[in-house]
């Protein structure tokens, strides 16, 4: 287990030994190809409508989201940012300092750990703990896609190794249940499964009570084979053998581990969102010109 290591918009930072070997074995990357592919992608862009980032960074994280595939790059990131420009209610108005959004950065919904699981995997914790009569599900998914574009920016080893995401339905009631319609889900899993430079390597559910598998049972329908295979459930008493594997030092104390409590995370990532400020009303602009 490894601390995160950052990253600036520059990809000039130097891949361990280890990294490199992994990205080349499992990504089809190598120095060779890197600086060619990020070209190549770059000049797409720019001579498209697609209006999104040219960073190196943020292109390289859909390359290695793709295995080096141009043309799959290439897709993925034109879903990418036709999401951005179909679905308003995500990811318009992300000024953070709204009195709503900074209502939800205080309740933690989506918490990425601070720390690296034993494969250099990042792991994000999910708490359903909003009130479903105050806020939509809508309005938690734009605060949780905010934190994610933090961490998926800053965090290098998420583009390399990929995530853990870990939903904790503790909290979660049929009113929370009835909130997740199938249109809202089909556009969570595109935007994991089609959009977004991720690679989620297990999808655990914890906590679940039993009428919330209904969604486990949806959820499941729309995702590839592959993805498929890497969903686990654990009912409330069973919860305790998600972690069994889990480093305890990257945990918070409340899940057994000895890593800050949820609380002091839960003000880690506010503070990391609000100082990026400029980057989130920056970032309105990186949208298809037409849908």
Request: proline share 4%; glycine share 2%; net charge negative.
């Amino acid at each position: 287990m490894t601390d995160a290591q950052s990253c600036d918009d520059s990809i000039m930072h130097k891949l361990t030994i280890e990294q490199k070997e992994y990205a080349a074995k499992v990504l089809n990357e190598s120095d060779e190809n890197r600086e060619n592919s990020i070209a190549e992608i770059k000049c797409w862009i720019q001579e498209s409508d697609l209006c999104a980032r040219t960073d190196d960074f943020f292109i390289l994280r859909f390359l290695r989201a793709c295995k080096f595939n141009i043309e799959n790059t290439k897709t993925k990131m034109r879903n990418y940012q036709k999401q951005r420009t179909n679905l308003p209610e995500w990811f318009a108005n992300r000024d953070p300092l709204q009195p709503k959004l900074q209502e939800l950065l205080d309740l933690g919904i989506c918490l990425p750990l601070r720390k690296l699981d034993n494969q250099g995997r990042m792991v994000f914790l999910v708490r359903l703990v909003h009130n479903p009569d105050v806020f939509t599900l809508s309005e938690v998914i734009k605060v949780s896609i905010m934190v994610v574009d933090m961490a998926l920016r800053d965090i290098v080893e998420a583009s390399l190794y990929g995530l853990v995401l870990i939903v904790d339905f503790e909290h979660a009631t049929l009113r929370h249940i009835s909130q997740m319609r199938p249109s809202i889900l089909m556009n969570v899993i595109h935007a994991w499964q089609g959009c977004y430079p991720i690679r989620i390597q297990l999808l655990n559910g914890i906590n679940m009570p039993e009428y919330a598998k209904l969604i486990v049972t949806i959820v499941r329908y729309f995702l590839s084979n592959k993805l498929k295979e890497r969903v686990h459930i654990y009912s409330r008493n069973m919860t305790h053998d998600c972690f069994k594997d889990m480093p305890t030092n990257i945990l918070p104390v409340e899940y057994g581990g000895s890593d800050g409590t949820i609380q002091e995370l839960t003000e880690y990532w506010k503070k990391v969102i609000e100082e990026n400020r400029e980057w989130f009303i920056d970032d309105e602009k990186y949208k298809p010109i037409s849908k």
